[in-house]
């Protein structure tokens, strides 16, 4: 559980660095077959930046953690990509989509922890 931490960790400077806004971290660990430990889900004010955040998620994992996603889908729509590192879950999404799934509330026994916007 400790390497999935230090994940998240990991995955929230690489949505910093790209400016990515609103992240909410879901701790899923205490919830019974839930599909990941955690679930980042995060936002992009356009599809440029919604890719530009998943691109700069895959690259800080690469260079701090030397890990590779399993599985990355959406990318090229940029409404929702959603990144598969088997214990966490990242979810890049565009405001009103976010809005439309409501991933937050889907899981509301999860712990949640939200990370104030950096300037």
Not at 68 to 88: C, E, H, R, S
Request: a negative charge.
């Amino acid at each position: 559980m400790k390497q999935s931490k230090q994940l998240v960790d990991i995955i929230t400077k690489g949505i910093q660095e790209k400016k990515g806004q609103d992240i909410v971290i879901a701790d899923l660990s205490n919830i019974e077959g839930a599909i990941a430990n955690y679930f980042v889900i995060c936002q992009g004010n356009s599809p440029t930046q919604v890719e530009a955040i998943s691109e700069s998620i895959g690259d800080t994992v690469r260079e701090d953690l030397k890990e590779k996603p399993v599985n990355v889908i959406g990318l090229g729509a940029n409404q929702w990509v959603a990144i598969d590192f088997t214990d966490v879950l990242v979810h890049v999404f565009l405001p009103e989509t976010r809005a439309f799934y409501d991933l937050e509330n889907l899981w509301e026994d999860a712990k949640l922890t939200r990370i104030p916007d950096q300037d």
